[in-house]
């Protein structure tokens, strides 16, 4: 399938131009695609009208107003189909639920198949099948030793395939699944392919808070393997327009359903028995709302490492994912910290002016309180300095916008590390090679 991704990236030039990233492409734009993904073996199915826009906007503000009550009441969000008619909506409702099931059907044929979750879309396939999982791995262009976390829709489906659940675990799960939350478990040897485990003899699980992925895996009626459908070293796919851009002809199909909500991964954490949870992977929910269920919470030591390769010395990542090259624009990306918002501005825009005299392309990332300060420069939003949630939401779409947009050199601001900044500035060091400037 690999030689036919070529073409596909031209046709679909016109979407990689559009203007904001975080922006939908209208329904013309959907139809072309799901004609051209269909003419290449990858079904797309637009399944929009099955997510309550509630959903997602509640996982955000939970996972950055700390457990913070949810605002309970649901407006489904509705297709123009929708509104303009019962019969219209029924008609598009009918169709979203047949793709689901579609898609289902495809999974257990083996196929792959990408899909909506809370954090990012996944791309998932049948963790008993090691074709299937080999299937992830050739699409994404994966290094085989690096584990896939295993997405269940009911803790039922716990039973058989991890060994061992302590206290800490279940408190865990009962806290905050479904939700961005893996946990790392005993796995019982032969339940899971070998390949979504990479040989450990332990599996990261989680339950994801999205209707759609909830309904895919219970209709699958399999636990799904499901790394993020991105092609691998790139960013993580906040929308389906992502997915098709980097795996479009690779993959069995897309569910669409619609931008995610928190925007980053989930956080992976291992419980001892002695109540310590360690953080291997800081993700949507954050430390302080861990800290707030289990008698400790540590980070991983080689999460503190500045840069893994750099430090000889530092103990191997205990989720070995994250010893990878992650979400790396293409142009050099660097990450500004400095004793306050005005010396941070006023050196990274006599840089860009630097740069600029040298021929290269520049760009900024800039939280909307200093955006004033960047007059004439090309200004990515990370949203308000003070509702990180946001610079969660668009920093994957951020980065992929530097590529389309051929940028070549590139400052970040940067911002507190407690809360979700935590997620946010492990992501954003990743993506520029852990480069930072310290004025
Ligand atoms: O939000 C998410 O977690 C998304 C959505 C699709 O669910 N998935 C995701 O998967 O980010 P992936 O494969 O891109 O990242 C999985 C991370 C890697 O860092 C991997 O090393 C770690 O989880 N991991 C998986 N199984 C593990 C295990 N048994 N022990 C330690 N780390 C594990
Ligand atoms: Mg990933």
Redesign the pocket.
């Known amino acids: 399938m690999t030689d036919k991704l070529n073409p596909i990236q031209d046709l679909h030039r016109p979407f990689a131009q559009k203007e904001k990233p975080e922006r939908e492409p209208d329904e013309q734009g959907i139809h072309e695609l799901k004609q051209t993904l269909e003419a290449l073996h990858t079904k797309w199915w637009d399944v929009r009208c099955l997510v309550p826009e509630t959903d997602l906007a509640a996982t955000a503000k939970r996972t950055s107003a700390g457990m913070e009550e949810a605002d309970t009441t649901v407006a489904i969000r509705e297709t123009e189909e929708d509104i303009s008619g019962e019969m219209g909506g029924g008609q598009t409702r009918i169709a979203a639920e047949k793709g689901i099931r579609e898609a289902a059907e495809l999974l257990q044929a083996g196929e792959t198949i990408a899909f909506p979750?809370?954090?990012?879309?996944?791309?998932?396939a049948d963790a008993r099948s090691t074709a299937a999982v080999e299937a992830v791995f050739a699409a994404k262009g994966?290094p085989s030793d690096?584990?896939?976390?295993?997405?269940i829709s009911d803790p039922v489906q716990l039973s058989g395939m991890v060994a061992n659940i302590n206290d800490t675990a279940r408190a865990l799960m009962d806290a905050f699944w479904p939700g961005?939350l893996?946990l790392?478990?005993p796995?019982v040897p032969q339940a899971l392919s070998p390949r979504?485990?990479?040989g450990?003899d332990?599996?990261?699980v989680?339950m994801?808070d999205h209707p759609i992925?909830l309904r895919l895996i219970a209709e699958a009626g399999c636990p799904l393997a499901?790394?993020?459908?991105?092609r691998s070293g790139r960013p993580?796919p906040t929308l389906a327009q992502h997915v098709q851009e980097d795996l479009g002809g690779r993959i069995g199909g897309i569910l669409d359903g619609g931008p995610t909500g928190?925007g980053?991964?989930?956080t992976?954490v291992?419980a001892g028995d002695d109540g310590t949870v360690t953080i291997?992977?800081p993700?949507?929910v954050t430390a302080e709302q861990l800290a707030a269920v289990a008698r400790a919470v540590v980070l991983d030591p080689a999460l503190a490492a500045a840069s893994p390769g750099e430090d000889a010395d530092s103990p191997a990542?205990?989720?070995?994912?994250?010893k990878?090259t992650h979400y790396a624009p293409r142009g050099r990306l660097s990450v500004v910290q400095g004793p306050s918002p005005a010396a941070v501005t006023g050196w990274i825009r006599a840089a860009l002016a630097e740069a600029r005299a040298r021929g290269e392309r520049t760009a900024v990332l800039a939280f909307d309180e200093h955006a004033a300060s960047y007059a004439g420069e090309r200004v990515y939003s990370l949203g308000k300095r003070d509702a990180l949630h946001e610079a969660a939401q668009r920093l994957y779409g951020v980065l992929r916008r530097c590529d389309e947009d051929g940028v070549t050199y590139i400052l970040s601001e940067s911002c507190p590390t407690d809360g979700l900044g935590d997620a946010v500035m492990n992501r954003l060091l990743k993506a520029a090679g852990h480069r930072v400037v310290r004025l």
């Open positions: 979750t809370e954090t990012v879309y996944g791309l998932g994966r690096n584990p896939l976390i295993v997405h961005p893996t790392v478990l796995v979504v485990t990479a450990l332990t599996v990261g989680r994801p992925a499901a790394p993020s459908a991105n993580s928190v980053l991964e989930s992976v291992q291997l992977r993700g949507g990542p205990r989720s070995p994912g994250m990878y």
